[in-house]
T-cell receptor
Framework: GESVGLHLPTLSVQEGDNSIINCAYS??????FIWYKQESGKGPQFIID?????DKRQGQRVTVLLNKTVKHLSLQIAATQPGDSAVYFC???????????FGTGTQLKVEL | GAGVSQSPSNKVTEKGKDVELRCDPI?????LYWYRQSLGQGLEFLIY????????KSGLPSDRFSAERTGGSVSTLTIQRTQQEDSAVYLC??????????FGEGSWLTVV
């Protein structure tokens, strides 16, 4: 099976600072990883994904890092803005399957 | 449509009644997922459809839950004899051949 955890339930950052949200997974056969952002009252919004043949991928203001050795995934948000305030979930797909297993989420709070 | 569409967006029902939740996936997407999210929790897998293959029903919590997908497009999730513990957000997602998985805004179900 697969269990996915997040290191911190809540992360508070100052506007303009960089944010790092971490995620650990348990199954070494996991091969596809996705970060979602969920604002209050809305569905999860895709942010960025990475496959197991990569260790880093960059998007607009976001970077995902994958360390398969320690089964760890992180999301870095540069120059965090108030609009980044939300719950962030990592999700994992294992063994070429199609089922997403979600972590419990990290609440990101951006302080002005 | 441009995104995954779900209806109703909100539903309040009496305990013991049946409810139907509808999902219109992104046009052309072959895979369709249903997830459930209880208040403040992560997402729990319910069921997965891929093309004409038999659905993966391994996440359905009881035989009161069922889902179908007609014509490879629209899906309906049915909950019979609803219980208060069924109160949650029911999220639908779709993807194309193992690509990015996009979510709808969810159907918020309250059983009173």
């Amino acid at each position: 099976g697969e269990s996915v955890g997040l290191h911190l339930p809540t992360l508070s950052v100052q506007e303009g600072d960089n944010s790092i949200i971490n995620c650990a997974y348990s199954n070494s056969a996991s091969d596809y990883f996705i970060w979602y952002k969920q604002e209050s009252g809305k569905g999860p919004q895709f942010i960025i994904d990475i496959r197991s043949n990569m260790d880093k991928r960059q998007g607009q203001r976001v970077t995902v890092l994958l360390n398969k050795t320690v089964k760890h995934l992180s999301l870095q948000i540069a120059a965090t803005q108030p609009g980044d305030s939300a719950v962030y979930f990592c999700a994992v797909v294992t063994g070429g399957g199609n089922k997403l297993t979600f972590g419990t989420g990290t609440q990101l709070k951006v302080e002005l | 449509g441009a995104g995954v569409s779900q209806s109703p967006s909100n539903k309040v029902t009496e305990k013991g009644k049946d409810v139907e939740l509808r999902c219109d996936p992104i046009s052309g997407h072959t895979a369709l997922y249903w997830y459930r999210q209880s208040l403040g929790q992560g997402l729990e897998f319910l069921i997965y459809f891929q093309g004409n293959s038999a659905p993966d029903k391994s996440g359905l919590p009881s035989d009161r839950f069922s889902a179908e997908r007609t014509g490879g497009s629209v899906s309906t999730l049915t909950i019979q004899r609803t219980q208060q513990e069924d109160s949650a957000v029911y999220l639908c997602a779709s993807s194309l051949n193992g690509g990015t998985i996009y979510f709808g805004e969810g159907s918020w179900l309250t059983v009173v």
